[in-house]
């Protein structure tokens, strides 16, 4: 069935950089754009960065512009943040989730993993 | 960039009773090719987000049919018909029209 499961969170300092993974099955990955969305402790839901089905289109919050990159890896059904000068503001629950056809699907959504940025 | 407001941000209903979540956008969600991309979501305790509705009215395979979404342009509502104890959580509009933005949240308890 349908999966999306991220990996790559942790513990780590401010200024530091880490990479998140969402491994993708159960469907066409290289047919869908996907997203990040992060949510702090207690607080909701904010939209991080978005990528299209084949990487052409990139777009991020502003907060994120500069140190963060969204990417994929379609041979490996796999999305990828890379964040780095990570900030204590960046701690969250990042999920991965899926859209089609820049339509705001957002129908899938994985487990999400915990970044926590502390020194 | 598109501010979305939910209201209220909390909703204590009584079992079998309606519910209804406000959101307001800052700016129209009809977008150039005519569809209004505003979607809700459901996030119970500890889970990650599930979609109710997306463009405005249309319910995901497998929800209640006691949610409905409506509204248009920069006024939207969610609809619950009778409270149901498996709808407790938070709920959020997003839209999708100007990149993506979330409301802040309503969270609905058992009164």
């Known amino acids: 069935q349908l999966q999306l499961v991220e990996s790559g969170g942790g513990v780590v300092q401010p200024g530091r950089s880490l990479r998140l993974s969402c491994a993708a099955s159960g469907f066409t990955f290289s047919s869908y754009d996907m997203h990040w969305v992060r949510q702090a402790p207690g607080k909701g839901l904010e939209w991080v960065a978005g990528i299209w089905f084949d990487g052409s289109n990139k777009n991020y919050v502003d907060s994120v512009k500069g140190r963060f990159t969204i990417s994929r890896d379609n041979s490996k059904n796999t999305l990828y943040l890379q964040m780095n000068s990570l900030r204590a503001e960046d701690t969250a629950v990042y999920y991965c989730?899926?859209?089609?056809?820049?339509?705001?699907?957002?129908?899938?959504w994985g487990q999400g993993t915990l970044v926590t940025v502390s020194s | 960039d598109v501010v979305m407001t939910q209201s209220p941000l909390s909703l204590p209903v009584t079992l079998g009773q309606p519910a209804s979540i406000s959101c307001r956008s800052s700016q129209s969600l009809v977008s150039s090719d005519g569809n209004t991309y505003l979607n809700w979501f459901q996030q119970r305790p500890g889970q990650s987000p599930r979609r109710l509705i997306y463009?405005?009215?249309n319910r995901d395979s497998g929800v209640p049919d006691r949610f409905s979404g409506s509204g248009s342009g920069t006024d939207f509502t969610l609809e619950i018909s009778r409270v149901e104890a498996e709808d407790v959580g938070v709920y959020y509009c997003?839209?999708?029209?100007?990149?993506?933005?979330f409301g802040q949240g309503t969270k609905l308890e058992i009164k």
């Open positions: 463009r405005v009215s």
């Open positions: 989730a899926r859209d089609f056809a820049a339509a705001a699907y957002f129908d899938y």
């Open positions: 997003m839209q999708g029209t100007h990149l993506y933005t």
